[in-house]
């Protein structure tokens, strides 16, 4: 295992944020997780784990050994004549991996599409998109406990999925390193185009008959017509999650403005935090190096040369704003370390 001391972490988190880790590894295997938790502890400092810093706005130095997975591999451990079971390694691309299923007809994940990151992410956070969450195919994940280097296998209800939430995220922070994750993907097509602008997608695409590659490439478009590259320009993709409100509280929304999106839920009404960022006059707003993006005000971003703790101060007024005009709180999707 190699250990680097003083390493940027430029190239390896989408905001293009340019602060140091202490100390930093990459791993390609269990042993290698296990013998960088040992290294942290010997150094007395923390482990951070760090997948495709997909979700992470860095406002200073790292005082930690910085652990890049980079476990791979994607194996099919169980078939029927339904349904797939595959095991991905958590360094995988999220991505890549969506688009190796869509090859191999396997349905479920066509909906998630082009999100950033990797693999190891995507239980953690419950990664979501145009109707669909992880935890609808997710089966079980494998993960090394930190204190006793033992590895532990999680089942869907171990996990505690909430939306963008589960155990990992509070009362088991900081205790696991997630491994390998495995999916149960299904060999018949169940195609989710109710949400968001999918079927008008499909339409202007001219798709009369539906596959998962179809919806996989109207999300795609979607995707690529409202957010901006990180390639191009820093960002963490959407900065906010979709506050849920009372019925009650939508009502009176509803009665200022009559035209306001909404999405019913059991617990309430999701209104898109876009919508309420846009309409307190955040949208395509600059301030020297970063700013809100010009057409998706869900989307903070780097210019170039920006700091993330004037990202993070922005987010913060944001915050303030659409909390004084709608009475509603925003809370961040994006890790502030």
């Known amino acids: 295992m190699n250990i680097q001391e003083n390493i940027p972490l430029l190239p390896y988190n989408t905001f293009g944020i340019d602060k140091k880790a202490r100390f930093f590894t990459i791993v390609h295997d269990e042993s290698e997780v296990k013998n960088a938790i040992i290294k942290a502890k010997s150094l007395q400092i923390p482990l951070f784990v760090l997948g495709g810093g997909s979700n992470i706005l860095l406002t200073k130095d790292v005082q930690a050994l910085v652990m890049k997975i980079e476990i791979q591999g994607i194996h099919v451990i169980q078939e029927n004549k339904d349904a797939v079971w595959v095991e991905v390694g958590a360094g995988e691309n999220w991505h890549q991996f969506v688009l190796h299923c869509i090859q191999q007809s396997w349905s479920g994940v066509e909906n998630l599409s082009l999100i ?106 979607i995707r690529q017509s409202k957010l901006p590259d990180p390639a191009q320009i820093g960002n963490a993709g959407s900065f906010f999650k979709n506050p849920t409100i009372s019925f009650e509280a939508f009502e009176k929304l509803k009665a200022s403005y009559p035209d306001v999106p909404n999405f019913l839920m059991d ?47 922005l987010s913060q007024k944001i915050q303030e704003s659409v909390k004084s005009k709608f009475g509603i709180e925003l809370y961040p999707e994006v890790n502030f370390i």
């Open 267 to 313: 617990a309430g009404v999701k209104i898109p935090a876009a919508w309420l960022i846009e309409q307190t006059g955040w949208k395509g707003k600059t301030f020297g190096n970063i700013g809100v993006h010009k057409n998706q005000p869900l989307v903070l971003v780097n210019y170039g040369g920006g700091e993330g703790s004037d990202i993070a101060a």
């Open 116 to 221: 950033p990151g990797t693999v190891g992410a995507s239980p953690m956070q419950n990664i979501g998109a145009y109707g669909v969450e992880i935890k609808e195919t997710f089966h079980q994940l494998k993960a090394i406990n930190r204190e006793t280097l033992e590895e532990e296998t999680f089942d869907w209800e171990a996990c505690q999925f909430g939306y963008r939430e589960s155990v990992f995220k509070n009362t088991l922070k900081d205790q696991y390193v997630i491994t390998r994750v495995i999916f149960k993907l299904s060999k018949t097509p169940n195609y989710r185009t109710e949400y968001g602008a999918i079927q008008d997608t499909l339409k202007i695409m001219g798709i009369k008959t539906l596959s998962i590659k179809h919806i996989s490439d109207a999300v795609i478009h």
